[in-house]
Each structure stands twice: as structure tokens, then as C-alpha cells.
């Protein structure tokens, strides 16, 4: 353990005290959520990204500390550990170099190595390894054995070779070099299966592409794996990119004989020696390291894509509430109607409807009387109009109801209409769970209910649904899923306890997300709800059935309580340090209930004065702050982007218009907008900011709402490019497209070279050069990868 704590410092840069703190918290039970906000003095201020990875990191290596004790074990066992190798067993820190050393070691089935070795033929090949000068021809004609097979030259030869390549094959400082030099040369090729060209045209980008193995980005890569999977395209590595055609001999083969110590001076078993390399490559090693090595890329491609993911996740779960505010929600639909479901302020469903306002009923008028009806009978300040199928023409009559109710002073001061993401609603409407809250529901006015929920407050609505059906990432069908569910699991764990949750109004689902509560607490915790009634203290938590101590002292500072017996309930404040509060109280004179949100009192507080061996000043700072502002929510102010009237589908679209959006999806390559079309468009990375942009990220995040330009237009293809930087020219996009590949500005390293001559030209004190204006070939390749949110 003080090794695996050594090395997570190392990689954190913190002690390995802190690291030492935190695995013994997270052994005992304890939660990310709960160590990074209540165990701040135990860990040393370690935050909750720091404790993630940690956590990670802590599996890997002790997962490498099993399987280093297993292999150590089974040498031993061979009676063939020696002090040398047992050092070396216990001085690598990763599978990988573990598993090179054990290779010679591990049980296999019989080779020809092994039929050579039992058949006499070792001392030859050690022989022959030893002495180049020997020949080889006369040599073997002293170890022939005719009953095992070898009974003449060639054939004793071919098993000392065998024997030998083995050798290398098993050699762990020979796999290393390999290994080091194809990861920094190797070229990643993809090629068209014969006959697919027209069944896999989706592909086609990669049907003669190549690029470095080491820099090749995970959505290209991922989109090459689909492709071999679909029988498309077919992968493999060079090993040589710069092999001069005609030439079969690899600069592997050299590696492999100056790590073995084969040299060819001209010997008369030189030759016969850098053939056992050679063969050494190509029939053990050549195959088997292209295997592995893109095995590793899509492991890293993986990485990536579930990183995406779970940024893209956690920025839409912490997208800003509209509030709990009474809510008409309106799922459009053409034939099957429009589906009406109206929530009070709490969440509940007081009223559902279907109307036809669209063809072939065209009912519009009856429509806007129904909507009207239901708005002021239940005092709605939000409309939620879900973005799918006919939900521009249903934004259309939202307007209109709006207009209408404001003209004849019947509306609610502000009522707002909103543009809400579907993404998912289907799968919860079809759920287990949405049948359990409504069984006598329609499966389509569920979806209106989380439509209008997920506006109200996204996070509460979204827990309900497969983080993977949010819509979100990319190719997330196509990654590990177990390490998905496993990051997608963590985000939604630290945006739910990040936020807080209403002990009174939260869901089951939304309740199994806060640290300490399992899936049965949280229904437990409903079930009492329900049968004693709303809880007005945190200690009516203890009565739950199966919530004992333990779960209670890590969930109980996550769930607030509004209006209850202890005003402290429905802050941060974690119970146990209410003490702290009262000292603070009888120290200023000031009640605890006059005390919470009184800045200037709280100002003048000297948090050391109260810190001690329990509570140190990092705990005392943090409760001077939530008493300044009592479950403060940590999402941002809500706002919703304007979609531009007439502007409701692909054929609508013109170049150069400058319209609003909302970012749906961040990638490596760029991000992708709502901008009311039922098409996200995309922004490449390029065309973000005037700036080099190293990470989209760093610009926008989901649910950002933008102001974009048209750049172009591909209705065929159901493609649109967009520019955030609205003095760029759509003509210029097409004048790049025109231009040569090598001259085209809008991919990645023409975007780096301008940007530095920008920062060089500003150095000089001149403007330098400017981006200019398209996304080019980089453009066309994003493209090529991108898809629909539905």
C-alpha cells in the first residue's frame, strides 16, 4: 500500500499522506462526494477530480499488485525465480511490462520451439548464438535426431531457429524497443474492403487513409473500428511509413538483432542469424504487435470518447433550472397529435390533453381556445415545447397562445416559452420507472411530463434516464461499456450531490444518486415520506428503514430541507458540525436563524477561533460560506436561446445568416448547435474563436447558448457548417473547399501556424496574420464522423 500511495502522489503531485488519507476514507466506505466536501483536513484539501482519479488509479494498481503476487507465485512454483528476475518482477508499474516478463514463463501450449528444445536442438541454437564464425550447416549435422523429426540439416536448423525466435519473440527488453519504436513511427492504415465501396459509402474518407499511430484523434479512430466491424474497411500498422517501395526488410528486424546482440560481419553464421530476426518479425512479433498496438488506440480513442461524454454530461446536468414554476409541456406530433401535460410548482402533473393543431386535423384555433384554458386555469409562467418532429410549427403556436394571452391581459407576468431537448424522453416515457409514477398514463404524455420536468430543473428530470440516452457523446455504443457507465455513473454522482437535493421533493431516481444512498434507501426514503408525511428534520433520516449510521453521515449533508425544525437542515452545513454553528452563534450573540445570511456579521467571524482536532479551518471557511448563502445552487443563471421565425428546416438555411443556437454536443473537433432545424450544425474547432483553440472546451460547453453564422449548406447530405466568428464569409468556404488539400486553412495545423503568426505579428508590434474564414479539408473530415442527434 505505501507503494501504491507513493506512486498516486507522484502522479497527483501531493504527498503521499493525503493519498494514504484518502484510500483509507474511501475503504471505510466513504464517498467521493462526502470525502471532497466533509474530509477536507483528513485529505489534505484533495478535490473531488483529484479523488476520481485516484480512486481509478487505485484499482489499476492494485489489480497490478494481484497479478504481480500471482506471477511471482507461479515462477516460484517453476523453481526458476531468480533474485535478478524477481527485482525486475518487482520494479515495473505496468500490466504490460509485467506480462513481457512473465511471457517466457507463462504455461502455453507445445510450440515448435518446445518440440525443438525436448528433441536435443538448445545447445545448437545457444551454439550458434554465441559463435557466429561456426557454420551452421556443419553444426547441425551433430544434432540430428531422426525419430523427433529432425533428421537432416534443414530441419535441424528450422528447429534451432525456432527455438531462438521463441527467445526473442519472449524477450522483454526486445518488446520494449519494438514496441517504443512503432508507437513513435508507426502509420495507422485503413483500406476499402473489396466490393463494400458502395455498401459502406459512409466510410469513404477512410477508404485510402493513413495517418501516426500516435496522433491519431479517437473520433476518426473510432469511426475506423466501426468501419472494420461493419466489414468496411480493413486496419492495420506499418511499421516502416518511410520503407522505400520494393523493399520487404523492416527497421524492426535491426532493432530485434542489436537488442539480442546480432551483427552481420560477414561470419559464416552471420546470415543464417539475421534470418532468425527477420523471421523473429514477421511471424511472431509483426502481427501480434499491430494486434496489441491497436488494441491500445482504441483503448485510448475509448478514453477520449467516454472523457467527452462525461464533460458533455456534467455541463447539461448542471445546465441553469428554469425554476419550479408552473409548466405547460407540449410534445409535438403531427398525426398522433400534441401531446399536453401541465406540472405545478412542485413537479406534480395536474392536467394532460392531446390536440391537433398540425395537418391532416389542422385544428389550430380549437387548439389555441384548449392551451389558453389550461394556462390560466393553472397560473403557467413556462411553456416547454420538446424539439423533435413539428416542434418548430409547435414553437410557432406557443407564440401565438403567448401574444393572445398577453393582448387580452390574461397571461402571467414574463410567460416564456422555451425550447426543451428530447433526447431520452422516449426512453423514460417506455421505462419501468415512468410506468411505476404513471400507470395510467399514456407512454406519450409521460414524455411530455419529463419534457416539462427537464425544464423546471434538468438535473432532477435527467437522473431518470440512461446517461447514454441523453444524447450527448459519440460513438458511445461503441466504447467499453462498463468503463462508460462507470464515468457517466461518477458525473451524474458529483453534479447531483454538487447542487444538493430537496429531502422532500426528490424522485427515488434522483435520491439513489446522493452519496451513501443505495437503491433501497432511496425508495425507503420515499416510502416514509408517503407514511409520515414531509420531513421537517435530518434526523427523521435515522428512522428509515435500513439507513443507519454510516449512510446517514454521508448523505446527510447533501439533502436540504426546506422550512424545517432546524433552519441549519436546509443548508451545506453537515450535522455534525452544528456545533461549530452554535459556538459561532453564542459568540456573536446572534440567534442561528438571524445568523444565516447576515454578511456582515458573518464577515467579522474569525474562523480560526473556532476550528479544533475535529473541525480544522478549511471546514469552518466552508460553513462561514454556506451560512452566508444557505444552499446556494451552483448552476448558473437560466437563459434560452431565440430560434429565428421562418427559419425551421435544412432548405431554409441560407449562407452568411447569423442566427441563435444552443451548443448540444462538445467534441475534440468542435461543437455542435441546436439552431432550430431538427439538424445540428457544426462549428469546427477552427471557426470557434478568433484565437487558437486548443480544446472547445475552453470556449463552449452544452447547453451554452450561441450567436453562429451560416458558413454552408449540404442538403443532400444533411449537413451544416456554422462559424462562431460572425465576420467569417461563407465564400470563403467554398473558396477553401475549391482550393488544394495542402492549401486548404481550415485544418488544425494551418489553424496553428496562423494563430502563432498572429501572436508573432502582435509581438512585433504589427496585427500578424489572421485565421481567415474556413473549415476546409479538417471541415469536411469532422463532417464525416458527425451525427444526428436523432
Request: hydrophobic share 40%; aromatic share 4%.
Amino acid at each position: 500500500m505505501e507503494q501504491i500511495a507513493n506512486t498516486i502522489a507522484r502522479e497527483l503531485g501531493v504527498r503521499a499522506q493525503q493519498v494514504q488519507a484518502a484510500v483509507t476514507l474511501l475503504d471505510e466506505g466513504s464517498t467521493v462526494p462526502f470525502i471532497a466536501r466533509y474530509r477536507k483536513e483528513v485529505t489534505g484539501m484533495l478535490d473531488d477530480t483529484q479523488l476520481r482519479t485516484l480512486e481509478s488509479r487505485l484499482g489499476y494498481l492494485r489489480e497490478l499488485e494481484d497479478r504481480r503476487a500471482s506471477i511471482l507465485g507461479s515462477i516460484e512454483e517453476q523453481g526458476k525465480l531468480s533474485d535478478e528476475l524477481k527485482a525486475k518482477l518487482l520494479a515495473v508499474s505496468t500490466k504490460t511490462e509485467l506480462e513481457d516478463l512473465y511471457l517466457p514463463y507463462k504455461p502455453k501450449r507445445r510450440t515448435k520451439g518446445q518440440i525443438a528444445i525436448e528433441a536435443g536442438l538448445e545447445p545448437l541454437a545457444d551454439k550458434l548464438l554465441a559463435n557466429p564464425g561456426l557454420t551452421p550447416e556443419s553444426e547441425a549435422e551433430g544434432f540430428f535426431n531422426a525419430e523427433a523429426g529432425f533428421a537432416d540439416s534443414k530441419a535441424t536448423l528450422d528447429g534451432a531457429r525456432a527455438i531462438l525466435m521463441e527467445r526473442f519473440a519472449e524477450d522483454a527488453a526486445v518488446l520494449t524497443t519494438v514496441r517504443t519504436h512503432m508507437k513513435q513511427h508507426a502509420q495507422l492504415k485503413a483500406s476499402v474492403v473489396a466490393g463494400a465501396e458502395s455498401t459502406g459509402a459512409k466510410f469513404s474518407d477512410y477508404f485510402d487513409h493513413n495517418e501516426p499511430w500516435s496522433k491519431a484523434p479517437s473520433h476518426r479512430v473510432l469511426a475506423m473500428l466501426r468501419g472494420r466491424n461493419e466489414g468496411v474497411l480493413s486496419l492495420s500498422l506499418d511499421a516502416d511509413p518511410d520503407r522505400e517501395e520494393g523493399d520487404r526488410s523492416s527497421v524492426c528486424e535491426t532493432l530485434i538483432a542489436q537488442q539480442v546482440g546480432i551483427e552481420n560481419q560477414g561470419r559464416p553464421g552471420d546470415r543464417w542469424l539475421q534470418q532468425v530476426c527477420q523471421w523473429t518479425w514477421r511471424v511472431k512479433l509483426s502481427l501480434a504487435m499491430e494486434t496489441e498496438l491497436i488494441g491500445d488506440l482504441r483503448e485510448r480513442a475509448e478514453a477520449d470518447a467516454i472523457k467527452v461524454f462525461a464533460e458533455n454530461l456534467s455541463d447539461l446536468l448542471m445546465a441553469a433550472p428554469a425554476g419550479m414554476r408552473p409548466t405547460l409541456a407540449l410534445d409535438p406530433g403531427l398525426r398522433t397529435g400534441t401531446k399536453v401535460a401541465v406540472i405545478d410548482a412542485t413537479g406534480k402533473l395536474v392536467a394532460t390533453d392531446t390536440v391537433y393543431p398540425h395537418a391532416p386535423q389542422n385544428q389550430w384555433d380549437r387548439t389555441l381556445a384548449t392551451l389558453a384554458k389550461l394556462v390560466q386555469a393553472h397560473d403557467v409562467e413556462l411553456i416547454a415545447v420538446g424539439n423533435g418532429t413539428a416542434s418548430r410549427e409547435t414553437d410557432k403556436l406557443a407564440g401565438e397562445l403567448i401574444k393572445a394571452l398577453n393582448a387580452a391581459g390574461k397571461a402571467k407576468p414574463g410567460l416564456t416559452k422555451v425550447m426543451v431537448s428530447e433526447a431520452g424522453a422516449s426512453v423514460y416515457s417506455a421505462s419501468e420507472l415512468a410506468a411505476q409514477e404513471f400507470p395510467d398514463l399514456d407512454v406519450s404524455i409521460r414524455g411530455a411530463v419529463s419534457i416539462g420536468r427537464r425544464l423546471q430543473d434538468p438535473m432532477a428530470e435527467l437522473v431518470k434516464i440512461d446517461p447514454k440516452s441523453i444524447g450527448v457523446g459519440q460513438y458511445q455504443h461503441d466504447v467499453s461499456q462498463t468503463q462508460l457507465a462507470r464515468s457517466l455513473d461518477a458525473v451524474v454522482e458529483d453534479c447531483v450531490n454538487g447542487v444538493g437535493v430537496d429531502l422532500n421533493l426528490a424522485s427515488a431516481p434522483l435520491l439513489t444518486r446522493v452519496a451513501g444512498l443505495t437503491r433501497t434507501l432511496a425508495q425507503n426514503i420515499v416510502n416514509f415520506r408517503d407514511a409520515e408525511g414531509r420531513f421537517t428534520s435530518r434526523k427523521q433520516l435515522l428512522k428509515v428503514a435500513r439507513l443507519g449510521p454510516k449512510a446517514y453521515e454521508q448523505c446527510a449533508g447533501f439533502l436540504r430541507i426546506r422550512e424545517g425544525d432546524n433552519p441549519l437542515d436546509g443548508s451545506g452545513v453537515h450535522p455534525e458540525a452544528y456545533p461549530v454553528v452554535e459556538k459561532i452563534s453564542a459568540h456573536t450573540g446572534v440567534a442561528i436563524e438571524d445568523l444565516i445570511g447576515n454578511s456582515g456579521v458573518l464577515k467579522s467571524v474569525d474562523a480560526k477561533q473556532f476550528t479544533d482536532e475535529r473541525f480544522g479551518l478549511p471546514t469552518v471557511n466552508d460553513i462561514l460560506k454556506e451560512l452566508d448563502k444557505p444552499g446556494r445552487d451552483p448552476r448558473g443563471q437560466f437563459e434560452t436561446a431565440q430560434f429565428a421565425d421562418g427559419v425551421e428546416k435544412i432548405t431554409d438555411l441560407e449562407p452568411d445568416m447569423v442566427l441563435e443556437g444552443v451548443i448540444t454536443n462538445v467534441t475534440h473537433f468542435g461543437a455542435f448547435v441546436d439552431i432550430g432545424v431538427k439538424q445540428d450544425g457544426l462549428v469546427h474547432i477552427s471557426a470557434l474563436s478568433n484565437k487558437f483553440v486548443e480544446d472547445p472546451r475552453s470556449v463552449v460547453k452544452a447547453g451554452d447558448v450561441v450567436k453562429v453564422k451560416v458558413m454552408e449548406v449540404d442538403v443532400p447530405r444533411n449537413r451544416i457548417g456554422l462559424s462562431m466568428r460572425l465576420t467569417d464569409k461563407a465564400s470563403e468556404v467554398a473558396e477553401q473547399k475549391a482550393a488544394p488539400r495542402g492549401e486548404r486553412r481550415g485544418d488544425r495545423a494551418s489553424q496553428r501556424r496562423e494563430f502563432t503568426g498572429e501572436r508573432q505579428g502582435q509581438r512585433n508590434g504589427g496585427r500578424g496574420n489572421s485565421q481567415g474564414g474556413g473549415m476546409g479539408g479538417a471541415f469536411a473530415d469532422a463532417f464525416a464522423n458527425a451525427k444526428k442527434r436523432r
